[in-house]
């Protein structure tokens, strides 16, 4: 071998292994997912769906991805309709403090979302938002602004300026300029922006962890299955949560590049 | 409608959710961190500096803040170190399915963050994968306890959690890279290396410090890794707010040193702006 | 799949519930409620692990068609944290130990109890019924429930001989296979060890300046020995079961758990004596379902209730009652009840922070 392909194959090498560094540990929850045992030790004796069946037989598990199902719905809708007709006017008009604003809607990516957390916590019952699965709602709608915006920017920009001159010139008002020409067009952008924010908040923890009392959305779930021992069950729901997550952003990625 | 009213009808929403439900909270930890407790806890509005005398006094709570930041210098590192060999190797190497090995990369930031590090639970446990390994290749005969539990576990876990970020920016970097750049490098006869010393990483340079600041502040951030994967002495900055949130029940003294987090930030947040501008402003004149 | 979507819309309508529901009357009383009214709520317990087991709550779920929903605290401090963040409208009953019951009661977390609803009240154990903590203006705030020692747990397959001492910590032999509570109780640990109540049991509630000190280098100094502190019970449940420590501070149920899946764990009081607790169940201040948490009270303290509760978790509980429904194993832990005298159970903490910050500086040490 000379050095060119010794170098060639060195870093090709390092590459590879980096890319199996991001995914062995996720084949290694699938693969304990199956076994039998309540203890993830090496090698695994016996292979088994029970921990699927137990899943499906745990109610607060199922209550809690209900939980997190309508938390997600719920946000997801309130932010588009915030975030799109924001995004839209950012995108159309310029006007004092847009930069601030830019900056603003993404503090809660930005910033550690503890800070955030606990500012929520101590802030939002002053405006009447107890400490509940509402308290966690209202969270989640204020980061996904942050995505909703960002990413309909991101395609108003991409969009045909001369579109939307075309519709004024064929004496189309504003709004059905909006309802007919632009709204068709970023159409495959909103769903994929609609899966993106769902699995975020599907998995949403630092902000959910302080403002949530009582029902558990289904990362917290999780979360304290885990500290309770709960473990081959874990893997089980995180095999099931990694099969849709990744379906979902596939998609979601697939749906984006369109034009 | 006239077209200023539709503009402010558009943003309003937006506006007014932001400001009450983000910047109004932020403002309020910020007042709260003047404020004093009573010996439950309970919160009394005041002005007192006590809690920022005590954050500043006492290694407990600034000693963490700088070992936590040594910590996150050290995972943007790690991160930086991981994602260049992979961005490599995808930008340059790789000449068929190149978005499908980006796509690679970022797939696992949506998996999941609690799934993602409980992983290494499984796998740096005594009884773990790693473990079994090393004692049936009679690597070590006894497990390592120090893989779980430990400030190099906390480490292992951000460091894998946060390598996607890091090597999405720095892959986009060597693709704005003009291939001609490189082949006339070549041409010129400078070895692979050298083009990479010389041409490669100081164009990719902006794009290696945004993904190592994202690594960075994200570290700052997180209180999860060191709770599941911790050891006696792992406590991160962010343990310290959880915990005086959580369980101490001192809110101005979390808050303080909440806002003292955040000071740090925007610091790191500034510097990494300006190190990026004059960069890229160093590679425009370049060229 | 139709369980999900029936945890949708239930959690849905629970979502608008949460912000509709005004707190009922404040004295809570069981005379002449409409049970079928009750129907289809949901009944959330805030309190230790264990504490919910559906071993004992599903009888209560069957007869009133109710859920009960609880959530764990991993210690105090954690309670009434929960408890000032707005808690104690989220939740109806709570569980606090000795070293906080008073204090939630001065601070109005709780609402007052109606004994006379509690047809078993006369039958539970005097000593705990009557400690005043709990009362105030003559009305009582706390139902007692169970109680039981901070235990010195160990692994008997690997360490053989029984300790004696809790110095058993600090064994060279035993180092990173230790697991203390993430808890300031490690505080009143190094107190006992030192023998600083061997006089005023309080004193490990009331230590100096210098005895805290003196209690944080000492735990500094038991770091090497630490595997990992425990938050919640069943973290340390899953180490021992994952066989990550052999020696701990611990609860009995930690023992229940594990050898109920054939594990070979025992649990002892070293010879400094241990600390312990007396748990008592409240209904919050806030709480909008306060005749159903009274009778989830009257149903628990039946003595065959209270039995399946020993025989779940192992506590001892506080219907005395109950003994004539224990197994003869069940009844050997009752008969523990020798020792309730040896025990030095939790007292207020006054200077509350500072042990907290005083642990936190020990977590942070390096």
């Known amino acids: 071998m000379n050095t060119t392909s010794l170098k060639n194959f060195l870093v090709s090498f390092s590459g590879i292994a980096v890319l199996l560094f991001l995914y062995f540990p996720l084949v290694v929850i699938v693969l304990f997912s199956f076994n039998a045992d309540t203890v993830n030790s090496f090698p695994i004796q016996h292979f088994s769906l029970k921990w699927y069946s137990v899943l499906f037989r745990d109610d607060e598990l199922l ?116 309802f007919k020409v632009i709204l068709p067009n970023i159409k495959t952008a909103i769903i994929g922006c609609v899966l993106l924010c769902l699995v975020l908040s599907m998995d949403e923890i630092p902000v959910t962890f302080f403002l949530i009392a009582g029902n558990n959305t289904l990362p917290l779930e999780i979360y304290a299955m885990m500290r309770r021992g709960i473990t081959p069950e874990v893997n089980a729901i995180s095999t099931l949560i990694f099969i849709f997550s990744t379906t979902a952003i596939l998609l979601s990625m697939r749906l984006n590049k369109e034009k | 409608m006239k077209a200023w009213l539709r503009k402010y009808s558009l943003l309003l929403p937006l506006v007014v959710w932001l400001l009450v439900f983000l910047v109004l909270p932020y403002c309020f930890i910020f007042i709260q961190s003047f404020f004093e407790t009573d010996s439950f806890g309970k919160t009394i509005p005041g002005v007192s500096i006590d809690s920022y005398q005590r954050a500043f006094s006492n290694s407990l709570y600034i000693g963490t803040i700088f070992r936590t930041l040594i910590y996150a210098v050290l995972v943007a590192f790690l991160c930086i170190l991981l994602s260049l060999p992979l961005a490599y190797w995808i930008a340059f190497k790789v000449k068929r399915n190149k978005t499908l090995l980006y796509t690679l990369i970022s797939l696992p930031l949506w998996v999941s963050y609690i799934i993602r590090a409980y992983a290494w639970k499984i796998i740096l446990g005594k009884e773990g994968l790693l473990n079994t390994f090393l004692q049936w290749a009679h690597i070590t005969d006894k497990p390592v306890e120090y893989f779980l539990y430990s400030t190099f576990s906390t480490i292992v876990c951000l460091v894998y959690i946060l390598t996607p970020f890091v090597a999405i920016p720095i892959y986009t970097a060597f693709e704005q890279i003009p291939k001609s750049l490189i082949e006339a490098a070549k041409d010129l006869g400078a070895g692979s290396f050298t083009t990479f010393r010389k041409i490669i990483f100081p164009l990719a340079l902006p794009g290696i410090i945004s993904g190592g600041t994202f690594a960075l502040v994200l570290t700052m951030g997180d209180f999860l890794s060191p709770l599941l994967l911790g050891g006696p002495n792992t406590l991160f900055i962010s343990n310290i707010v959880q915990n005086l949130f959580g369980t101490s029940n001192d809110r101005p003294l979390g808050s303080a040193v909440g806002i003292l987090i955040l000071l740090l930030i925007f610091l790191i947040l500034g510097i990494a702006a300006r190190s990026e501008k004059k960069l890229s402003s160093l590679k425009s004149d370049s060229r | 799949m139709r369980k999900i979507f029936s945890a949708f819309f239930t959690s849905a309508m629970l979502f608008f519930a949460c912000n509709t529901g005004t707190p009922a009357n404040n004295t809570a009383d069981t005379a002449a409620v409409d049970v079928s009214k009750l129907k289809g709520s949901t009944l959330n317990i805030l309190c230790w692990e264990g504490y919910a087991e559906p071993v004992f709550t599903k009888a209560f779920e069957d007869k009133y068609g109710v859920t009960v929903k609880a959530t764990y605290f991993g210690s105090s401090d954690e309670l009434i944290s929960k408890l000032s963040n707005g808690g104690s409208e989220a939740y109806d009953i709570i569980s606090p130990s000795t070293d906080v019951a008073g204090d939630i009661v001065a601070h109005d977390f709780v609402a007052p109890i109606d004994t006379k609803s509690i047809s078993q009240w006369d039958s539970l154990s005097p000593q705990l019924r009557n400690m005043n903590d709990v ?232």
């Not at chain 3, 032999?173 to 006992?192: E, M, P, R, T």
């Not at chain 3, 978790?313 to 005298?341: C, H, M, T, W």
């Not at chain 3, 207020?348 to 500086?361: A, D």
Request: glycine content about 6%; aromatic content about 10%.
């Open chain 1, 63 to 178: 209550q809690s991805i209900g939980t997190s199902i309508s938390i997600a719905l719920i946000s997801t809708a309130v932010a588009l309709l915030i975030g799109i007709p924001a995004a839209y006017a950012m995108h159309k008009y310029d006007f004092k403090g847009k930069k601030l604003i830019d900056k603003i809607v993404l503090m809660p990516i930005t910033l550690p979302g503890i800070v955030t957390g606990v500012a929520m916590l101590s802030f939002f019952p002053f405006v009447g938002v107890k400490i509940s699965l509402t308290a966690v709602t209202f969270g989640h709608i204020t980061f996904l602004c942050a995505i909703v915006v960002t990413q309909m920017l991101a395609r108003f920009k991409r969009l045909d300026p001369y579109l939307e001159q075309a519709a004024y010139d064929l004496g189309a008002t504003p709004s059905a300029t909006f």
């Open chain 3, 135 to 366: 009362i105030k203006d003559g009305k009582v705030y706390g139902m007692p429930f169970t109680w039981g020692p901070d235990y010195l747990i160990y692994d008997a397959d690997v360490v053989k001989a029984e300790p004696t001492s809790w110095k058993v910590f600090e064994d060279p032999q035993y180092k990173g296979q230790v697991s203390l509570w993430d808890d300031i109780s490690n505080i009143y640990l190094i107190g006992q060890l030192q023998g600083l109540d061997k006089t005023d049991k309080a004193a490990l509630y009331n230590m100096s300046d210098a005895q805290l000190q003196s209690a944080k280098a000492e735990l500094i100094k038991m770091k090497p020995q630490i595997r990992k502190y425990w938050a919640t019970a069943g973290e340390l449940d899953n180490m021992f079961k994952n066989k990550e420590v052999a020696l701990a501070v611990g609860w009995p149920l930690t023992v229940a758990h594990l050898n109920k899946e054939g594990r070979n764990l025992k649990a002892v009081i070293p010879s400094e004596g241990a600390t312990g607790w007396i748990d008592r169940l409240m209904i919050t201040s806030g709480s909008h379902n306060k005749q159903l948490a009274l009778l989830y009270l009257d149903y628990i303290s039946q003595p065959e209730n209270m039995a399946k509760v020993l025989s779940a978790i192992n506590y001892n509980v506080a219907n005395p009652g109950s003994e004539r429904f224990l197994s003869a194993d069940d009844k050997k832990i009752a008969d523990a009840s020798q020792f309730f005298d040896k025990l030095n159970f939790w007292q207020t903490v006054k200077e509350r922070k500072k042990y907290n910050e005083i642990w936190n500086e020990v977590k942070s040490a390096q």
